[in-house]
């Protein structure tokens, strides 16, 4: 049966009464399983340790998710003979069945949307609109890797040798270890994964400890789609213990990582020792952090570029790699820009992400809440002007105002490190030439827009403007599968381009085979 073209999944209108309804309905079934118990997953043996841990509600911090399993090295070790001894099967399943599972997932996760979507509201503060393009992004990874693993199934002309038939064939690497985030917990989870998987490896799935319930969750649907035991395992638990096992082990053949740029480096590190036994050098695909910046000159569309850098710096917080931390303003038209923009920021409504009329809902965690409070502090003693927000919201849950700090050194704090929540820097730049000299003036380069009417600026902008994603008048987030390959340069990591032609090339290996015919 002939596969119809990728097409992106539609995102819901929950100003719809039905689809409100059914979101409403989800949240009182999600509300009903909280505190449940999920174990380690190795093979098909379901594993309960002594030590635990709780996935809590950063809405409402007392508010038990799930309890799930503390991971230790034995297991880590175990979970990786498993699969080590899986990929030996798994490798020999043809193109084509690998793909079907990856498109029956798709189906079971458009059947249990609503549901996917409550345990993102409640597991890491998604806003209804938030948890629905997660949900509809993991879907997409299904789909486009799917039919991108159809494409390198099939024959790979190479140039003629008379007297020889020549071809190259695309070849599974082994075990992988995949480290996803706790940010986009289904879709960055399952666009890792499920590449993975259905480039023929067998992987060691570590979930965030911050959103380990909607991991178990994909495991489910992946079970339920009847993928065999052992090629996806899952082992919750803490990233010394587990992922710096999983890291070092010489049967690892690739470790897939999205996160923080410190724990990226620590992996890239640790992966390019060579083990004791080990037979290759291991393949690290990172994606790291951001530190991303909306250029605005002169001649922008004003109200267009207010609303873009909006968006893009408190949507879910502004806890994503890819989210405006920094607005580049031009001299000319800063001061009204400032203004603009701190009268929108103050309208946007902050508080438990359940209730659809919260644009904001918490940052993830306690700890994430105080660093983010202290980077602002930082920024006002370093000079800043505080022009919105920049305290804690409610007496319950990790809830911060969106924050904007003008008049920002282009070299100060919060102008160059990664805050990871709703804080945005705004910086006063002479003129175009200079706005473009601050926006490449950070270690990082992964996201960044411009916004202008001139199109000699567009176009230089394209050549001289260093980052993976370049948005020209329009936000920097919400890169859709097969639109916008994402991924980014320097410390914003390996430039994977997740959701584009080249990422499973990541996991796959090419092998050439010529023939002359015996004589």
């Not at 911090?61 to 001894?85: C, D, R, W």
């Not at 949307?113 to 609109?129: Q, S």
């Not at 000159?297 to 890819?322: H, I, L, R």
């Not at 002007?385 to 704090?413: H, M, Q, S």
């Amino acid at each position: 049966m002939a596969i119809p073209k990728f097409k992106n999944e539609v995102v819901l209108d929950f100003t719809k009464p039905a689809n409100r309804k059914k979101q409403e309905a989800a949240l009182a079934r999600a509300r009903a399983e909280l505190g449940k118990e999920f174990p380690i997953l190795i093979g098909s043996e379901r594993i309960i340790v002594d030590e635990k841990f709780t996935s809590t509600n950063p809405s409402r911090p007392a508010e038990v998710i799930g309890v799930f399993q503390k991971g230790n090295a034995a297991l880590a070790n175990k979970a990786m003979e498993t699969a080590l001894s899986t990929f030996e099967e798994w490798k020999r399943v043809p193109a084509r069945k690998r793909a079907e599972y990856l498109f029956k997932v798709a189906k079971l996760m458009r059947k249990k949307r609503f549901d996917l979507n409550a345990l993102e509201i409640l597991e890491v503060g998604k806003t209804w609109p938030e948890a629905d393009a997660d949900v509809a992004e993991a879907i997409d990874f299904l789909e486009y890797y799917g039919r991108e693993m159809l494409r390198y199934g099939e024959d790979h002309p190479v140039v003629k040798n008379p007297g020889e038939k020549g071809k190259l064939v695309y070849v599974p690497l082994g075990v992988g270890v995949v480290i996803p985030p706790w940010n986009f917990p289904l879709a960055i989870l399952t666009g890792m994964t499920s590449a993975a998987i259905v480039s023929g490896n067998t992987v060691v799935l570590k979930p965030s400890s911050d959103s380990p319930r909607i991991g178990w969750a994909f495991v489910e649907l992946m079970q339920e789609a009847g993928l065999p035991p052992g090629v996806l395992n899952f082992l919750s638990g803490p990233g010394g213990a587990v992922g710096d096992t999983l890291v070092l082990h010489p049967k690892t053949r690739f470790v897939s990582f999205t996160g923080s740029k410190e724990v990226g480096i620590h992996i890239n590190e640790s992966a390019a020792r060579v083990q004791p036994g080990q037979i290759w050098l291991k393949r690290v695909v990172a994606e790291m952090g951001g530190k991303d910046s909306i250029v605005i000159d002169e001649t922008a569309d004003f109200q267009a570029a207010v609303s873009g850098v909006v968006a893009s710096a408190f949507g879910f917080q502004g806890q994503k790699c890819s989210a405006c931390s920094r607005a580049i303003v031009v001299e000319k038209i800063y001061d009204r820009f400032v203004e603009a923009l701190a009268q929108k920021v103050e309208t946007l409504t902050v508080g438990d992400a359940a209730d659809p009329t919260n644009y904001m809902g918490p940052v993830i965690n306690q700890r994430s809440q105080e660093s983010i409070l202290a980077y602002i502090q930082k920024a006002l003693d370093e000079g800043g002007r505080l022009v919105a927000g920049g305290a804690k919201a409610g007496n319950d849950g990790f809830f911060i105002r969106p924050t904007v700090v003008a008049d920002v050194d282009p070299l100060g704090t919060i102008s160059q490190e990664e805050i990871f929540g709703p804080v945005l820097a705004v910086i006063k730049a002479r003129d175009f030439d200079h706005a473009m000299q601050i926006a490449n003036n950070t270690e990082f380069g992964l996201t960044g827009a411009l916004y202008s009417r001139n199109a000699k600026r567009l176009r230089r902008a394209e050549q001289e403007f260093f980052v993976g994603n370049l948005y020209l008048n329009r936000k920097c987030t919400g890169a859709l599968v097969g639109v916008h390959p994402f991924g980014g340069f320097n410390m914003s990591g390996t430039d994977s381009k997740a959701g584009g032609r080249d990422y499973l090339l990541l996991f796959l290996q090419a092998k050439s085979i010529a023939e002359k015919p015996a004589h």
